[in-house]
């Protein structure tokens, strides 16, 4: 149907640019557990009679990791474990966010999720936490398995079929979740025109291109034209997907961006994952390096070929030039928000200094017009 572009082209452009020495995530040190823990402690504390309807023991607090941060506007999420009443360690996600009305969004996008049958985590707290230092709490537990694309880095070397097959199932739930039409409007539309702005105006026009690069990202974002209004995760990557190790879907995740837009969003952002941001970022997140001899856009073509099928959608030409605005915006937006982020910073480098590459080598029209 379609043809796919040439392996060796990407071999070389992930080995100019691909992963070498670099760093490892960590625990947070000493230092920074301690500061860290006060705030994370003082909400459990403050929410301790709920918690301990769920089984959840909180006096004498226990945590026994508390990670990073990661800090995605509009809330802070950290991932902890405590102690439950029988002494067992039991994961979850705590994420505080700035306004009520954004915790409450996500807590209808999870409603939303779970009516559908779609799997996602279980909720602790949803409209019982109360706020903590002005921030409104939601307490998740932490779905079984772990993220696709640390799956997919851990088993990157077993092979061209392995790794693809790890992404079917994925595709099999976008495919359900974008069957879903709008209804009564109790989640808002996927604010894309906003990202596309930013694209456009702000994230491209700093000084991490040259204006004929610059110039180029922004004519892709203006080909942005919905060719349909369907259920999307809004903010998709193969982070946002938990599997089990038999490769089933456990959870989506992070739906505070969920809404009704175009499908190819999710797509597009998916297939930037798989054909540049792993490759590039998978040691500084995983310490795991994906081997650059594999045939990266082939799997991004059998994938987009197979949710045609399963989803019952033809990718129209208007479709291709919309996943193309998004895996460009994906690129965009990570060299944006992340370009300064200490543990990612020698990866999303690399990444911006391939993106006149990508312009020229155009992945997405090459794996699906074969233009």
Known sequence: MRKSIPVG???????????????????????GQQKAKPKVAAFLDQNSAIL?????????IELRTLFQPEILQPFESWSLSVADTSGNDREF?????????????????????HAAGLPTTADILWGKAKPYANAHCVLLSRP????????????????????????????????KMHSLLPDSGAIENYPVNEWLRQMAELG????????????????????????QKRLIHGDFSDLQVSIDYEGKVTALLNLERMGFGDPSLDLGYLFADIMVLNPLL????????????????????????????VSGREFTQQTVMNLRV?????????????????????????VERMVPALLIADPIDQIFTGD
């Open 144 to 175: 079984n398995g772990q993220p696709l694309g640390k799956t997919a880095a851990l088993r990157s070397r077993d092979g061209f079929d392995k790794l693809q097959a790890l992404y079917m199932p994925t595709m099999d739930v976008l495919s």
């Open 9 to 31: 082209l990407f071999i070389v452009l992930i080995g100019l640019f691909g992963c070498r020495a670099s760093r490892v995530p960590v625990l947070l040190d000493e230092r």
């Open 93 to 113: 996600i705590l994420k505080l966010f700035t306004t009520e009305a954004d915790a409450r969004s996500e807590e209808l996008n999870y409603v939303r999720i």
């Open 204 to 227: 491209v026009v700093r000084k991490y291109w040259n204006s004929e690069v610059r110039d180029a990202l922004k004519g892709i974002a203006k080909e942005w034209k919905p060719e």
């Open 52 to 60: 301990a309807e769920e089984g959840i023991r909180v006096n004498p």
């Open 282 to 309: 998978s040691k500084q997140r995983y310490g795991i390096e994906f081997p650059p001899k594999v045939d990266y856009p082939g799997i991004a073509k059998n994938l987009g070929e197979y949710y045609e099928k």
């Open 326 to 350: 998004a895996f460009f915006l994906k690129i965009a937006s990570l060299v944006t928000y992340q370009r300064n982020d200490p543990l990612l910073q020698a990866g999303v480098l690399r």
